[in-house]
């Protein structure tokens, strides 16, 4: 065990994660500066009630939501996180992806900026009616090898 604030910090920010909810939301302070940014490939919130809202936005848009840190990759000055992220999304339907975060902390361990990478073509848009087929000829075009 350790007495590192930052790892204390890092473990608490993935039981927000894994344990999402509405009520868990009211935790954002405690787990955050106030100029907190977290982005995504759909928000890029800055401050405690912008990143409220983000998630807020994501929880009133699925069903089933579930996260699951199955890796962690801690640095002096950056923690990695590995995800998978499961939930039935309101116009996509069941979505399973896998994911990673970068999380920079303040000395006290609070979280300070959390930037989310995943595919949002594949998982998103490509699932889109209007816009998956165009965007999957493009796929197939620029792919070398057929997609599966």
Request: charged share 25%; hydrophobic share 40%.
């Amino acid at each position: 065990m350790t007495d590192d604030p930052r790892q204390h910090g890092l473990d608490a920010w993935v039981d927000f994660f894994e344990t999402l909810s509405v009520e868990a939301l009211d935790r954002l302070p405690a787990l955050t500066v106030p100029e907190v940014r977290f982005r995504d490939p759909f928000n890029d919130a800055h401050g405690r009630d912008a990143v409220r809202a983000a998630l807020l936005h994501t929880l009133n848009g699925c069903r089933d939501l579930r996260f699951t840190v199955t890796h962690r990759l801690f640095a002096p000055d950056l923690a990695i996180l590995r995800w998978r992220f499961q939930a039935t999304v309101t116009g996509i339907g069941r979505m399973d992806v896998i994911g990673t975060s970068e999380v920079r902390q303040a000395p006290d361990g609070r979280v300070a900026e959390h930037i989310d990478h995943w595919d949002s073509g594949e998982h998103v848009y490509l699932r889109l009616p209007l816009l998956g087929a165009p965007l999957r000829l493009i796929r197939r075009r620029l792919g070398a090898a057929p997609p599966d």
